[in-house]
């Protein structure tokens, strides 16, 4: 009887937890969503911020995150799609260079994103952009080692560069020996196997990569907290060297450094909602398109 | 007329996985222009050696070759062979059909534009020619951008044998193609290598006697990596030399 | 030697009538033009081919070189930032005419003729405007985290015991619930609703850690505060809590990888023996699937120690050294994050970040590490019979 008892009650409890989840996950959205849903207008996506934050859109801050994600993904998926391409297609399991690259991309994985912010100021801004600085200009004038969105990009590249790797290579690993096979045997040389039949049938991975690795960067604000996000700037980023707003960032700052807090709260909601409306389409995207491509692999 | 000549001549043959040996001495002469077929129970050696005479196997891990196989009077197994070039004169056909996910045209015109052959004239008379040596233009002329995946298993078996003919070899390995179709189709894919033997070398591996009975000129018994027996079909079939081999074609194991 | 190849493009393309017929009666080829190319034994241009393909497999596999370079790159130069705090240049006498502003941007502090190793050496004997650098080891094991005044204190202790307790906190709070949550999913649940709760849960991983964050600011903070009614608004048991909804999400999905990876005969053969549902999960799933709930563990654990915008958000900040979960904390992780930005390249307080960041990266590393190997050995150990 005792025994029963305690089955039914870890049963209870286990389905417990999951409901607690899903109803912290519902309580979150709708909070979110309540606070922020009458700010949500057009001309707050469309307007920049006015009076001190209190009033107008986040215009710039979602121009910034766009630009950001943008640079990122064109330094982040190129790397990220060749370096699965070799773990998938190249690599001997036994190497040590396969091994090493392997441990590589699991340890980045795992790094903080405030170390990657970290190496961002150590590297990008100091080591490259000094670098830069004192070989164009020599003068000591300071134009690339400081924050910018080129740094502050090439970090979240970084950053986002094992997930792209690992959807890459799932859907490189799907795409069914049989037709490597027959290509070889039509004397294709491997290059051509890869870049004709394989790669092509592999794009539903590196869409899901990007999209997955976007989402993450378009909500991270770790690595730009010293990189190069500011919290208000007159005019958009036009160039590399430019700071930028950032959606993340500019929440971070209203919400715990705004004078004014009671006066921006709706500010605050609308602009969270924004940021969960961004991340909830960009895996929802990536949820179908993984499921299409497990379908296909059948 | 042409002479009974050597197209392919395995030597001294041994495989290895790992520690495990796959194929012991073979050693087996295969003609020009005739069809060849390799009979034997599952697991053999059969597809193993098929696939040394192209080279396939370089593509498993492990895999280690003694002796060497010798077309047109070259070893292939020699230092120095290139291996893409080796594989452009030997067409495969493999036992489940595998058309790219492209459409008919683009499967048949792979072979020539990997090769860089780009005029559309030339392609196009180039698709329609291997369609029609296999067998099978009639039923796609009208729709050529039709998906390859979209066709019978019948007809990307044929699909497949028009892209290996495109790039115009001069052997053409078959592993067990029809094993995975009806018997209408095996039956025009049986009628397909009776013509295409006029213009090629062909080996087929097969586990259905009776189509290696039809199709083929010479026969060789396969039988825990060794060959048992080679010799023309009509003598392995009717008066078998080894005991062995006459087990097997008359149903006794296998 | 050579095999005779055929280039297409090399080869007179001849169009002929074709002659042959097909054995068979059927002329196959209906009379039309035939398209042949010529065999002949020629050298073929396959030398400059296969350069280009060895060139490109080079290329391929000095990019992706570039994951190992980027973590050797992150230890040099984040460790490289941080060591001039154990091996100072050398140290300059403090001149009146030397003596600067108390300067908080990166730029003012180099004037445009000096270079910039002159700059670093300048400041690091200048820590803020009247006080000279007192940089000992007392200072950085002390328990004061005071980088901003007279005396500069880099006492790291509170910071890592604001870790600690921060990440105690999820974990103790979120790996239950993950775990029971996912043995739910993996068992109890109807197939339907598995469809539904894994991606749903998952789900949670996406959300944007600066949005937690913010939740836990302005909302769960008020509600515990009126629950429990203790007198710090912002804690570290708010932040861990807060915390753990970043770490739930990750033990979840291990976990429940690894329970439905278990092999079915084992669950059948305890069925079979008359076991009841939850009596295989507990007795004999759990137990098979060990390193993989550790292996979870250990990443919720990392996620929850490095993370930053949440705890920035929800834990006060305050660098105290006290047991009192109900008040604020300042973790390692917040504490680069809120200081960094303010600080002076070469200065002392930059030196100490970037000890913090390599006491962090070394930390989340070495836990990484253990994850891997520990899981690789147990789970092949365990299943080496079974595959």
Redesign the interface.
Known sequence: MNRKIF?AS??L??????A???A??LI?MI??MI?GWDHLTWEFITAAPEEGMTAGGIFPAIVGTVLLVLLMSLAGVP?GT??A???SE?A??NSI?TK??R??????A??????????G???FI??VG?GMD?FLSG????HW??GNILWASLTMA?LT??VV?VSVEEALRSV?G??R????????????TIV??VLP?AYTGILTGTILAV?RG?????PI??TGAAYYLPHLPSSLSDQFMQL??H??IM??QSPDVEAT?SI??AT?FV??VL??L??FAA?ILRSRLRARAR | MRMQSTKIKAENLNLFYGDKQALRNINLVIPAYKVTALIGPSGCGKSTFIRTLNRMNDLIDNVRIEGSVVIDGTDIYKKGIDVVELRKKIGMIFQKSNPFPKSIYDNVAYGPRINGLRDKKVLDQIVEQSLRHAAIWDEVKDDLKKSGLALSGGQQQRLCIARALAVQPEILLMDEPASALDPIATAKIEELIYELKENYTIVIVTHNMQQAARVSDFTAFFYLGEIIEYDETKRIFTTPKEKRTEDYVTGRFG | MYISIHRYSKFNVTIQTDQKKARGDTDRSNGRPTVSTNRSRERPRRKKKRYGERLAETLIRAVSFTSFAIIILIFAFVFREATPLFFPPAQQTVTTEDLQQETYGDDESLSTNETIEEGRKRSTSIETAGGEADFTLDNLLGDEWQPVSAYPKFGILPLIIGSFKVTIIAILFGAPIAILAALFTAFFAPRWLREILKPTIEFLSGFPSVVIGFFALVAIASIFQNIFGYEYRLNSFVGGIALSLAAIPIIYSVTEDALSSIPKYMTEASLALGATKWQTALFVVLPAATPGVFAALLLGVGRAFGETMIVLMATGNAALMSLDIFKPIRTMSATIGAEMAEVVFGDTHYNVLFFIGSVLFIFTFALNAVAEFYVRNKLQKRFRGAA
């Open positions: 089955g870890f049963v409890a286990s389905a417990a937890s999951a607690v989840i899903v912290v996950i979150f909070t979110i606070g790397i060749i370096t391409v070799y773990l190249y001997n399991r260079f090493m690259i441990f590589a991309v699991n340890t980045l795992g790094v903080p994103a405030i170390v990657f912010g970290l190496f100021v150590g590297f100091q080591f000094g004192s003068t000591g004038e300071v080692r400081q970084l560069l094992p790797i069914p049989d037709y096979e027959g290509s070889l045997a039509l004397g294709a040389t491997k290059f051509q004709k039949i049938n989402g378009a909500g991270e604000v770790a907290l010293f993340g960032y929440l971070y919400a715990t709260l605050q909601y969270a940021l969960l991340t909830f960009l895996n949820i």
